[in-house]
């Protein structure tokens, strides 16, 4: 079982940035693709971005234009660069990579999430 770790969350000023990285204490989860979630206080957890094993990316529409995801293979791990925060960008967000699950829709494996706030 592939074990995914945050870091890099904290507090923000709107319009300030924070680049989250995820690693893994198991195999190469990269190699398999990886997404990020997010859930906001009362609210459900939703879909952030995503980056397929080729590197082609998809961006919700609230973060199109303001996050980018990429990794580093030597590190194996995953970051998701968010630039012009705002308040409603604030919520624990978590780090998902492996193999697709058909029942869930999202990915194998999942992180324990991390604290992103922003002050407005």
């Known amino acids: 079982q592939v074990r995914l770790v945050e870091s890099g969350g904290g507090w923000v000023q709107t319009g300030g940035s924070l680049r989250l990285s995820c690693t893994s204490s198991?195999?190469?989860?990269?190699?398999?693709?990886v997404a990020w979630y997010r859930q906001a206080p009362g609210q459900t957890r939703e879909w952030v971005a995503s980056?397929?094993?080729?590197?082609?990316?998809a961006f919700a529409d609230f973060a199109k234009g303001r996050f980018t995801i990429s990794r580093d293979n030597a590190k194996d791990t995953a970051y998701l660069q968010m630039n012009s925060l705002k308040p409603d960008d604030t919520a624990v967000y978590y780090c998902?990579?492996?193999?697709?699950?058909?029942?869930?829709?999202?990915?194998?494996?999942w992180g324990e999430g991390i604290q992103v706030t922003v002050s407005s």
């Open positions: 980056r397929a094993v080729g590197g082609a990316t």
């Open positions: 198991g195999s190469s989860f990269t190699r398999n693709g």
């Open positions: 998902n990579a492996g193999p697709l699950d058909g029942n869930s829709g999202a990915r194998l494996y």
